[in-house]
């Protein structure tokens, strides 16, 4: 896939990538510690978050927030092209409190919910324009850094706009669980994330075998449920540690027993140890504590 366009720091990315013929491929069950925005310009995608299904058709926005699983399989045969956005969301310090409104639609609403927006729920045409402006560079062939973050607020209040019109029919939206009991389990999982939790507890509320139950979870999630718990609990704790919360306390409250495979499994899945989030964090704080 060629990438058309590049971008990225600490809080921000955007990708706008395309391949003219698909091949099949498939982003197994993952999670980001960033609010993502997917637009699908073209080609055939299948996207599941929280093990609900989408088929979202070109021209679809798609919304996940941090700690949201999904999955993504792209369909071979068809020109295949997307924008991708990743936003670190935290309002005081991008856009000024007053705009924290803007979270609702990726923060006010169950998991795996509502994740879709077509382009009938959005009031004309400017929410494209927005996403289309951030992937266009500058006369020199550079990333418009000014012109990202005007169009990304732009957008944000568009897809907020989106999100109260329909407010009034939620339950219309094409979410479908894959079915009951999977919904129940990924729910009860979610209800006791930082608890102890086990393959064969989770089988003992439910009343059905481990090897069942492990078919159900990986069927909905495409994950084994140990990963799902493990990917959710680090993305909590880095959310913890990220807002000033010292390792050792975010581990602890967000299930981890022993500090150092968390230690491992947090370097091994952020490219950074838990320490140097926490460090950036108080420098945020008070930058004389860097010097």
Known sequence: MSE???FGNDRLWVHHKRVEVACASTLYMHAHDMMEIYYLISGNVEFSVEGNRYAPQPGDVMIVRFGETHTIRVLPGEPYERITVHLSWDDSKRFGSEYEILSEPFLRRGLGKENRYRPCDFEGIHWRSCLLAMVKPTREGLPNVVGIGANLLAFLSELYTAYQNRAQS?????????????????????????APLSAAAVSREFHISEAHMNRIFRKATGSSLWKYIRVKRLIAARNKICRGVSAQNAAITCGFGDYSAFFRAYKATFGIGPQEDYRKAIRAEDPSEGK
Do not use: P, Q
């Open 4 to 6: 058309l366009f590049g």
């Open 170 to 194: 939620v339950g219309k939206e094409e979410t479908k669980a894959t079915d009951a009991l999977s919904a129940d389990l990924i729910e009860y999982v979610n209800r006791n994330l930082f």
